[in-house]
Nanobody, 135 residues
Framework: RVQLVEFGGGSVQAGGSLTLRCVVNGDISSSHCMAWFRQGPGKEREGVGLFHTGSGSTIYADSVKGRFTISQDSAKNTLYLQMNSLTPEDTGLYYC????????????????????????????WGQGIQVTVSS
C-alpha cells in the first residue's frame, strides 16, 4: 500500500493550463496502475487518464484526449497530469489512485480497473484536489 497526495490544483480561466502532481509515499518499484479521476459538481466520478508504470503506456478519456498528458518522474515518485486548453467542464475534484499490478498483467488489466473506477478497484486514493475553470 502507498499514500498519495495531490498538489497543484487551483483556479484558472478557460483556455489556461494547470499541472497536477501526485506524490507517492511508498514503494512503486513494481508495476502499478496509476490513474487520475475527477468528480465535477453534481456529476459522478469519472476516469481522466491511466498510466501503467511497467510499460509506460497511457490511456485517456475521450473528453480529455489531446489536451491532457500523464507522465511519471520515477526518481521523484511523482505522477503528473498536465492539463491544457481547460474548459469549465474540467472543473472538479481531481483524485490520484494506485493499484499494484502484482502479476504484471499489463495495461489491459489496468484499463479494466480504470473503466470500472470503483473505490475497490484501486487500493490507494489521494484526498483529492480542486480544479476550477472559469469562463
Amino acid at each position: 500500500r502507498v499514500q498519495l497526495v495531490e498538489f497543484g490544483g487551483g483556479s484558472v480561466q478557460a483556455g489556461g493550463s494547470l499541472t497536477l502532481r501526485c506524490v507517492v509515499n511508498g514503494d512503486i518499484s513494481s508495476s502499478h496502475c496509476m490513474a487520475w479521476f475527477r468528480q465535477g459538481p453534481g456529476k459522478e466520478r469519472e476516469g481522466v487518464g491511466l498510466f501503467h508504470t511497467g510499460s509506460g503506456s497511457t490511456i485517456y478519456a475521450d473528453s480529455v484526449k489531446g489536451r491532457f498528458t500523464i507522465s511519471q518522474d520515477s526518481a521523484k515518485n511523482t505522477l503528473y497530469l498536465q492539463m491544457n486548453s481547460l474548459t469549465p467542464e474540467d472543473t472538479g475534484l481531481y483524485y490520484c489512485a494506485a493499484e499494484e499490478d502484482d502479476y504484471n498483467r499489463g495495461s489491459g488489466y489496468c484499463y479494466n480497473l480504470f473503466v470500472r473506477g470503483e473505490d475497490a478497484d484501486f487500493g490507494d486514493w489521494g484526498q483529492g484536489i480542486q480544479v476550477t475553470v472559469s469562463s
